[in-house]
T-cell receptor, first 117, second 109 residues
């Protein structure tokens, strides 16, 4: 149980285009989902926290107009990288937390590798 | 601001030897600390959290507030322990995690 999927697993897009990444909790309802970014040989960096039905909370330094997050249902959150540029190339990982309790474990997706050419 | 430091990017030990993965943190409050593990070709998963005070797969970690450390230890390493290990901090208890850069552990048969 507690499986999180991401789609696509990898994507290549041209500079200036937008790309959407989906994060789904397959067998549980996720009140909260998290989006992380990981550069090669670096740590996961929390980008934003999204709660179902409300606006996402972005970490300092993350452009909310560039990284649009939608959490329209309890099983789906999307991250849209708008007007992508090569420096946006990275590994994007989502996680989902079931239930209402903040101490519940986060379950991670497999990640999406974005390459912007 | 919070910060998690894992000083060793790579760590190799022989099977059966003790292993210690270091983690130091900086935060002015009382954070929650976690260890996450990522086995080859698998996703990140929780290994243990300090509030649980439990041993998972033979691993333990003690929170030392004086030294602001949360080192991960196992007395006898096994080959299946080879993986990437991340120390993480939750500053507010809201489960917003801040990760260290990770340590790749290789257990040599």
């Amino acid at each position: 149980g507690a499986v999180v999927s991401q789609h696509p697993s990898w994507v290549i897009c041209k500079s200036g285009t937008s790309v959407k990444i989906e994060c789904r909790s397959l067998d549980f309802q996720a009140t909260t989902m998290f989006w992380y970014r990981q550069f090669p040989k670096q740590s996961l960096m929390l980008m934003a926290t999204s709660n179902e039905g409300s606006k996402a909370t972005y970490e300092q330094g993350v452009e909310k107009d560039k990284f649009l997050i939608n959490h329209a249902s309890l099983t789906l959150s999307t991250l849209t990288v708008t007007s992508a540029h090569p420096e946006d190339s990275s590994f994007y990982i989502c996680s989902a937390r079931p239930g209402q309790g903040a101490r519940n474990e986060q379950y991670f997706g497999p990640g999406t590798r974005l390459t912007v050419t | 601001a919070q910060r998690v430091t894992q000083p060793e990017k790579l760590l190799s030990v022989f099977k059966g030897a003790p292993v210690e993965l270091k983690c130091n943190y900086s935060y002015s409050g009382s954070p929650e600390l976690f260890w996450y593990v990522q086995y080859s070709r698998q996703r990140l998963q929780l290994l243990l959290r300090h509030i649980s005070r439990e041993s998972i797969k033979g691993f333990t970690a003690d929170l030392n507030k004086g030294e602001t450390s949360f080192h991960l230890k196992k007395p006898f390493a096994q080959e299946e322990d080879s993986a990437m290990y991340y120390c993480a901090l939750d500053p507010t208890g809201a489960n917003n995690l801040f990760f260290g850069t990770g340590t790749r552990l290789t257990v040599i048969p």
